[in-house]
């Protein structure tokens, strides 16, 4: 549980110290220390993140070993029997030092036997995870932070040259929605089961988990310090990295939902408030696009607007003025519709439709904006692009098919689009905007593009679906003349459908270049 951020952290100084936290964390903290610990852990943010650490390496650690000892059967003259006996029996505690006193020789040689066990177990198990997923011993594309669910849990992968790591693997995270790095690749955010996950990509980052009430959403500040979310409960929050502490930024009174928007320099958050709160049969009758500013909490309301259709209405993306957003309204029901799109001006708190429709999935835009304040859209006849500050349209000059999936360039001048219905390994093609130039993108025939995603201006990852396979894999794709394109991971699970979330490749993995 992430801190609420009223209370002040300690100095370094009053924190108990790494092994005492361990203790506690583990159990083995004698009555009086462990109300102490506890005390403090109440009230200490940082700390309180560092037991949970410690509680869910135990977890995994026992549900890895009582799972592993009793599959497997290991050659004669081998016998894990007495291993297995002694590691499910009851633990009876004792200080360390009558411990050390008690305990023969034999047992001393037992106990670093189960280590040396744990330890081989959970090496092995991260090397199939490794082979599972397929990862290359001689990756060679821009470095990158990788993230994907696979059958064995959501796994993070850290690739650069000459260099593939396993940085983590959460096997019981089974069906994360809505994976989100954080722009320096250094943290990630996404939910399972109505909890919102937050945690450090490293192998020992820190891990928080907060509670949500209903339909949440979250983005990540422009500078990676912070993240904004909502909780399903009409409450507007900002995570802080270096506290690990959360800040109320808009009460549930105010009935705040969905993503949250950062303006460019990261001094203002856009959201919407709607009531009732959905999910509602119907939609939300009383609806409002609000602004609040990140350090004096001040709120200011940009455009208010009643609904009759049940239409909901959300923010997508801040203008590089600071002075205009993007909006755009989606039907409440589950599944893929066309949302229309709507200019904001914060000044004269103005919503004006922009006259092109977008394709969403519950929530999220199939069709994200991009750099340089450019976004596809469908007019009503064909595909053209919307020049957002400009407020006028370009057409396709040589029109594409409908594409499923779309990303942008990091310099928004190409669009890389995964066309629906066509053969497979022929699904992506670019677009170069000022020169209207289109070019294919050829892969091997025997899977289907899903998804594409930019990783650096010079490099693609997609995401295909093996013909008569249910896991997915990620190719690496370099975009200079004569370098081929390579599979980089297998083994990648389909993404799950839930509730206002639709069935979305991009859910499967997200890619970050490191800086």
Request: hydrophobic content about 45%; aromatic content about 8%; proline content about 8%.
């Amino acid at each position: 549980m992430v801190g609420d951020g009223n209370t002040p952290l300690k100095t370094s100084g009053d924190h108990p110290d790494d092994l005492t936290l361990q203790e506690y964390a583990l159990g083995q903290s004698e009555a009086d220390q462990a109300a102490d610990v506890r005390q403090h852990v109440e009230q200490c943010a940082r700390c309180r993140a560092r037991v949970r650490e410690w509680q869910q390496f135990g977890e995994r650690l026992a549900a890895d070993l009582h799972r592993d000892l009793g599959r497997f059967t290991p050659a004669e003259p081998l016998d894990f029997s007495p291993i297995a006996r002694q590691w499910h029996a009851p633990p009876r505690r004792a200080p360390l030092a009558a411990l050390w006193r008690r305990v023969p020789f034999p047992a001393v040689l037992l106990t670093g036997l189960l280590l040396w066990m744990a330890f081989w177990l959970i090496s092995g198990r991260r090397t199939a995870a490794l082979r599972a997923l397929d990862l290359p011993n001689d990756y060679e594309g821009p470095p990158v932070v990788l993230t994907t669910a696979s059958d064995d849990g959501l796994a993070i992968v850290r690739l650069a040259a000459g260099d593939v790591r396993l940085e983590q693997r959460l096997s019981y995270v089974t069906h994360p929605m809505d994976l989100q790095l954080s722009p320096d690749g250094e943290w990630l955010a996404f939910t399972q089961d109505r909890v919102l996950h937050v945690l450090g990509t490293h192998a020992s980052g820190a891990h928080l988990e907060v509670p949500l009430a209903g339909l949440a959403g979250w983005a990540w500040s422009p500078d990676s310090h912070a993240l904004a979310y909502t909780d399903g409960a009409g409450q507007l929050w900002l995570f802080e990295c270096q506290t690990l502490s959360s800040r109320l930024l808009v009460p549930a009174g105010e009935s705040a939902w969905g993503r949250p928007v950062w303006n460019p320099d990261g001094t203002q958050i856009a959201y919407v408030t709607a009531r009732p709160l959905p999910p509602v049969a119907g939609g939300a009758a009383q609806q409002s696009l609000w602004r609040v500013e990140v350090q004096s909490g001040l709120r200011v309301e940009l455009a208010r607007r009643l609904s009759e259709s049940g239409m909901l209405l959300s923010a997508a993306a801040w203008l590089a003025s600071g002075d205009e957003l993007l909006a755009w309204e989606t039907s409440p029901a589950n599944g893929e519709n066309l949302a229309t799109l709507y200019h904001v001006d914060v000044s004269a708190h103005v919503l004006t439709p922009l006259g092109g429709q977008v394709p969403v999935r519950g929530e999220n835009l199939s069709w994200p904006p991009g750099p340089r304040a450019r976004a596809l859209v469908w007019d009503g006849r064909s595909l053209v692009i919307w020049h957002l500050q400009e407020q006028k349209k370009q057409p396709l000059a040589a029109q594409i098919a409908w594409p499923q999936a779309i990303d942008w360039s990091p310099d928004g001048s190409w669009l890389a689009t995964v066309l629906a219905g066509t053969p497979p390994g022929q699904g992506v093609t670019l677009y170069a905007l000022d020169t209207a130039m289109l070019r294919a993108v050829l892969l091997p025939p025997d899977a289907t593009e899903r998804a594409v995603f930019w990783a650096g201006p010079e490099h693609l990852f997609v995401i295909r679906q093996a013909q008569g396979r249910e896991t997915g894999e990620v190719w690496l794709v370099p975009l200079t003349e004569g370098a081929a394109p390579r599979r980089i991971m297998g083994g990648v699970a389909l993404p799950k459908v839930g509730p206002y979330n639709g069935w979305r490749w991009d859910d499967i993995a997200e890619q970050m270049p490191q800086r």
